[in-house]
């Protein structure tokens, strides 16, 4: 077991850096710098190439990408372009925010799917069914930015139910601790900080979660029907075992094996959604940095994010092969 | 597995639906401040984050925002104007040559911690900027003060502008004289620049302590000017947090203003970067008003009683022709077939908010220097036909670059306005090759660069001189227009050395009318920037110059 988490983690190395040379030169070759999206309009050609020397972007791709590889292994990422602040700090401001609404939206998605996807499966062809199967069906497709929109427009601008912006409300003096608004409010004793964040989650976690939602009740709904009809089900109910004890035991149990996995990789792909949604409601998460650092050409904070993400997948698939091989002796890598 | 039984179905669905009434009350509660239910706390929302509290160290419209309200200039614009008046210098003048500048300081004006505002901290502050070494010469940091006053104590880059700064000195307690080595067309506009308002002396010191770094490909702004604490200004309010998690700064009114003191007790800068996330947020009752209001939400917001003040014109809208990147527009009757064949009035008409003018130069009629007597290019199809003709040019095929996911105060709607120009351009016979182009870094990086033919820029003036907009693009040789003649350069560089204020206004007349003979663009536009407010808000005078004083703003 040993070896192979060694050998996994060295496996680690020509990943990454193999990584980081495609991101270098791809990056090189993007038309555009930092230096007028500092300047905007007012950046002449003298003043380009200035900021360009000072930056040492005028030096040749090999002693640039000597320089990046150094302070990569130095875990420095360097500093954003557009706020002129680490990446590892822009990233610990935001990705709380960002774990926080995919944590919310993740919850959403279990809490109703599963119940919604069992109950649809177990009145096959009724109404409940029916429209389950049709709007998680819509909740596939329909854009998550459109529904964000939508829920917006609504219950944000309309109703004034919701806030329409923000992590938190105007004046909120919170204490940060760990960056996460929900708990860090828990933590202080701050709940009306607490309460106030959940309230700005409320609306882009439903957004986020419609994917994730409709995936749940899909594949709970497929797999329950698949459970039901299995004999030890059948073999359960003539024995005469109590209803609940059937269903809660036997039925659900061995039907919402597939539906946690797929919650797993939903999780990580939730993600893509957020950087729609976070636009979409000003959420101050990762999401919505990295569309912006996009459109600055913010090459620090691109590279630091995909080489955390890539890392992070690297971590995960590790940990899943461990988990296999823990779980299945027949999977163990020797 | 338990969890699933009836029952606990039943307690996570009431624990949801608690949570979300809890937090509905939450919301309620909230509200009373947020929405001015007790008018003390004033909401503005904005496009961006300010890059920094210092002025000094930024170039950006955000950034100044927030810190007018916290630091003043030795001179200002007057209120909803752009006529220089006193701001903390009463009264100013200068020497016939214009290199001697005297300030007779106002009395009675204290910093936010507590220091008395006098010459001594005047001078401690153009010495500071003066002495600045290493990163903060960089451009990005300093780029106001290389545009003034040009470089620097120790130039340490050989490209950095020669420095115009000679000295400061205090003569007494109340007057300051600074000396520059010769006269600029900056001047006394400089002055009244955000980058060169004056902080407290004990801050200058703790800011002296700390570098700005050019590490890792970016600049890193030194610690001082990310966190309140350590600016201190004179304005009407004080800075008292900038909460970056929840993009948000807080300024709080300052008791010992010396003028009128501001009317609501805070003032909280927000960030929404969408203008429809803005507009809905006004909408929402979740912000008390915000800038950059697209102009098709201009007529909406009214009809829905909401306060839409728009600004005087105070920028230019221009098609740029690069000569050296198409050839044939080093012929004049090509340049000016272009310009004969757009129609301005018909972009005004159908793009711009009311109070959008044609352009007939390179500044807008705000601004001194502005001539009536400069050559016209009215609309005319067939003179334009008839020109490329002349030219020889009949079947000119042109590249015309437009950015895309962006607008601008002067340009409001990029890729409309660029439609409709290419038709007009095709109706004259000309084959236009669009191309479009992400704004940053990607069109601002090819139209600096001179890689479009055609393309469209604009600008938003920093203070009413005539070189501020025509001296940015005709001072000299430049790849974005990639030609070179001696008659505009000279005419634009003549009228910038004449001190005599009049005089001065005098020679931009001149040297737009030189630019609009040679034409190098198609000035075509200057559109008025509207602003909007919630339906119990008293705006403030709004800004040709977008200054606009926050302290001015009261409830209804």
Redesign the interface.
């Known amino acids: 077991m040993l070896r192979l988490v060694v050998r996994r983690l060295l496996q680690l190395i020509p990943t990454l850096l193999g990584l980081s040379v495609l991101l270098f030169l791809w990056l090189n070759r993007l ?21 360009n ?5 005028d030096q040749p791709v090999y002693v ?1 990408y000597w320089r ?1 590889l150094k ?1 990569i292994f130095e875990l ?6 557009q ?4 990446v590892w700090d822009e990233f610990a ?2 990705f709380p ?1 960002t774990v926080e609404l995919s944590i919310v939206a993740i919850l959403i998605a279990i ?1 109703v799917g ?2 919604m996807g ?1 109950l649809a499966a177990k009145r096959r062809g009724g109404w409940l069914d029916v429209g389950a199967v049709s709007g998680s069906l819509i909740g596939i497709c329909i854009p998550v930015f459109f529904l964000a929109l939508i829920l ?2 609504i219950f ?2 309309q109703l ?14 919170a204490t ?1 601790i760990t ?1 996460f ?1 929900v708990l860090d409010g828990l933590l202080t004793g701050e709940l ?1 900080a607490s ?2 964040a ?2 700005h989650l ?1 609306l882009p976690a439903i957004a986020l979660s419609s994917i994730p939602l409709a995936v749940i009740v899909r594949m709970t709904r497929a797999s329950v029907l698949e459970v039901l009809g299995e004999d030890y089900v059948r073999t359960a109910e003539s024995k005469g075992l109590d209803k ?1 004890v059937v ?3 036997h039925v ?2 061995n039907a ?1 094996l597939p539906v946690v996995t797929a919650v797993g990789l939903l999780t990580g792909s939730l993600l893509s959604g957020a950087v729609l949604t976070e ?4 959420f ?1 998460g990762i999401g ?1 940095f990295i569309r ?1 650092s996009i ?6 904070v691109l590279v630091g994010f995909i080489l955390f993400i890539a890392m992070v997948y690297v971590l995960i698939n590790l940990l899943v092969d461990l988990a296999y091989s823990l779980i299945d002796p027949r999977v163990r890598v020797h | ?2 969890i ?3 029952g606990a ?1 039943r307690a ?1 669905t009431a624990a ?1 639906a608690v ?2 009434i ?6 309620e ?3 009373d ?2 929405k001015g239910g007790d008018k003390d ?1 004033f ?1 503005f929302a904005g496009a961006g ?1 300010p ?2 509290l210092d002025p000094a160290l930024a ?2 419209g955000e950034t100044f925002r927030v810190t007018r309200q916290a630091f003043e200039a030795l001179l200002e614009h007057e209120s909803g104007g752009s006529k220089l008046v006193g701001g903390l210098a009463e009264k100013w003048s200068s020497d016939p040559a214009g290199k001697v500048w005297t300030f007779n300081l106002r009395k009675g004006v204290k910093f936010h911690d507590g220091e008395a505002f006098n010459a001594a901290a005047v001078c401690a502050n153009y010495d500071h900027w003066f002495n600045w070494k290493g ?1 903060y010469q ?3 940091v300093s ?1 106001y003060w290389q545009t003034i006053m040009g470089g620097f104590a120790k130039n340490e ?1 050989k ?2 502008p020669k420095p115009n700064y000679k000295s400061c000195t205090a003569k007494d307690e109340n007057t300051a004289v600074i000396e520059v080595n010769e006269p600029s067309a900056n001047l006394p506009g400089g002055f009244s620049l955000q980058a060169l308002a004056i902080h407290s002396p004990k801050a200058l010191k703790e800011y002296a302590k700390q570098d ?1 770094t ?8 030194p610690k001082y000017s ?1 966190e309140a604490g350590t600016v201190a200004g004179t304005g009407p309010y004080k800075i008292t ?1 900038w909460n ?5 700064v ?1 300024l709080e009114r300052f008791d010992d203003y010396w003028g009128e003191k501001a009317k609501v007790k ?1 003032l ?1 800068f ?5 203008e429809a ?1 803005r507009r ?2 006004l ?5 008390d008003g915000y800038d950059l209001v697209a102009p098709a939400d201009v007529k909406t917001l009214e009809k829905e009683g909401y306060e839409v003040p728009t600004r005087d014109v105070f920028n230019i809208f221009y098609v740029g022709m690069t000569q050296s990147k198409n050839p044939a527009l080093k012929k004049l009757e090509v340049r000016q077939a272009i310009s004969h064949a757009i129609d301005r009035e018909g972009i005004v008409k159908t793009q711009l908010p009311e109070g959008g003018k044609a352009a007939t130069q390179f500044m807008p009629d705000t601004v001194a220097g502005f001539s009536d007597k400069v050559k016209t290019y009215p609309f005319d199809t067939n003179k334009a036909k008839e020109l490329l003709k002349k030219a020889g040019e009949e079947k000119l095929k042109i590249e015309f670059c437009y950015p895309t ?1 962006v607008t ?1 105060p002067y340009m409001p709607a990029p890729q409309d306005m660029f439609e409709r120009m290419k038709a007009d351009l095709e109706k004259a016979g000309i084959t236009v090759v669009p191309k479009a182009m ?5 069109y ?3 139209t ?2 001179g890689s479009c033919a055609l393309h469209m ?3 938003t003036g920093d203070f009413n001189d005539g070189y501020n907009f025509i001296g940015t693009w005709f001072a000299g040789p ?2 974005q227009w990639g030609f070179d003649d001696k008659k505009v350069f000279d005419s634009v560089n003549a009228a910038s050395k004449v001190t005599d204020p009049a005089g001065r206004v005098e020679a931009y007349k001149k040297a737009n009318e030189t630019i609009m003979e040679y034409v190098p663009g198609v000035p075509i536009s200057a559109s008025p920037p509207a602003i909007a407010f919630a339906k119990n808000v008293n705006p403030p005078k709004v800004s040709p110059l977008t200054q606009e004083n926050f302290a001015e703003v009261s409830f209804k």
């Open positions: 038309p555009g710098g930092p230096a007028s999206a500092i300047l905007g309009e007012r950046a002449t050609e003298a003043e380009v190439a200035r900021i020397r000072a930056l040492g972007l640039q990046f302070r420095d990422l360097g500093t954003s372009t706020t002129g602040q680490p401001t935001r925010a809490v599963i119940p069992y917006k427009g944000a601008v004034q139910m919701f806030p329409s912006y923000g992590r938190l409300d105007t004046g909120m003096d940060d960056g608004a009306d309460l106030d959940m309230h409320i609940r269903r809660g035991r659900l149990r919402l636009s979409v409601f000003s101050n919505n912006t459109d600055a050409r913010d090459y620090p | 597995m338990r699933f039984k009836s179905v996570i949801v949570g979300l809890a937090t509905g009350c939450a919301s509660r909230g509200k401040g947020d706390t909401v984050d890059g920094s170039s950006d990163t960089s451009s990005a780029y880059d490209e950095a700005a050019a590490k890792g490909d970016a600049i890193t702004y990310q947090k970056k998690g929840n993009k948000e807080t805070n909280v927000r960030t929404i970067d969408t996330g809905q947020a909408q929402a009752g979740d912000i996911e601008r992400k704004w940053a870094p990607d601002l990086d090819a600096e660069a820029l604009g600008w430049d790849k």
